[in-house]
T-cell receptor, first 113, second 110 residues
Framework: DTGVSQNPRHKITKRGQNVTFRCDPI?????LYWYRQTLGQGPEFLTY????????KSRLLSDRFSAERPKGSFSTLEIQRTEQGDSAMYLC???????????FGSGTRLTVV | GQQLNQSPQSMFIQEGEDVSMNCTSS?????WLWYKQDPGEGPVLLIA?????ELTSNGRLTAQFGITRKDSFLNISASIPSDVGIYFC??????????FGSGTQLTVLP
């Protein structure tokens, strides 16, 4: 098991472009989470899936953001019409059941220029 | 926005010294967690606390879940260079999401 894998590690995009990130969780984990982290701050919750169902979404997840987990395995996070304020590290994490100590991936650092 | 107040914001200590950091909240949490994050990486879980008053150790790390359920602290004994990094507290209420503090940047001087 190689842990939680996120791709790409870095993404630079022009304002207004769409970007998509991928997360591959630990294989036996049924819960998957997306967090966003800006410089000097702790991660902030965006959304969470149990299997393929998206069960919770933060107010931070504006309508330009969409997340999917089509078969309960990998997940994608898409940001449409990116803005400079979207520049951040996007972290994915997974867990099995109700375990709080979930495992984070290394993140995708997004820079919007 | 975040609800956890973590202090200190940064610490510079000599190798071998003990370190203490804490986290307070305006809300009650059912679970407290402490994570460490290295540059360019995701947070790594250090200690999880599930019961008010609980004191848990993991090697040189010790953490406690406050009786009021609104605070927690982390101690690191006999610091070493690889302890350098950012330490985050996180709380979980009834929802499955975590609320993180803003982190404590630890620097260990030789």
């Amino acid at each position: 098991d190689t842990g939680v894998s996120q791709n790409p590690r870095h993404k630079i995009t022009k304002r207004g472009q769409n970007v998509t990130f991928r997360c591959d969780p630990i294989s036996e984990h049924n819960r998957l989470y997306w967090y966003r982290q800006t410089l000097g701050q702790g991660p902030e919750f965006l959304t969470y899936f149990q299997n393929e169902a998206q069960l919770e979404k933060s107010r931070l997840l504006s309508d330009r953001f969409s997340a999917e987990r089509p078969k309960g395995s990998f997940s994608t996070l898409e940001i449409q019409r990116t803005e400079q304020g979207d520049s951040a590290m996007y972290l994915c994490a997974s867990s099995y059941g109700l375990a709080y100590g979930y495992t984070f991936g290394s993140g995708t650092r997004l820079t919007v220029v | 926005g975040q609800q956890l107040n973590q202090s200190p914001q940064s610490m510079f200590i000599q190798e071998g010294e003990d370190v203490s950091m804490n986290c307070t909240s305006s809300s009650i949490f059912n679970t407290w967690l402490w994570y460490k994050q290295d540059p360019g990486e995701g947070p790594v879980l250090l200690i999880a606390l599930y019961k008010a008053g609980e004191l848990t150790s993991n090697g040189r790390l010790t953490a406690q879940f406050g009786i009021t359920r609104k605070d927690s602290f982390l101690n690191i004994s006999a610091s070493i260079p690889s302890d350098v990094g950012i330490y985050f507290c996180a709380g979980a209420g009834s929802a499955r999401q975590l609320t993180f503090g803003s982190g404590t940047q630890l620097t260990v001087l030789p």
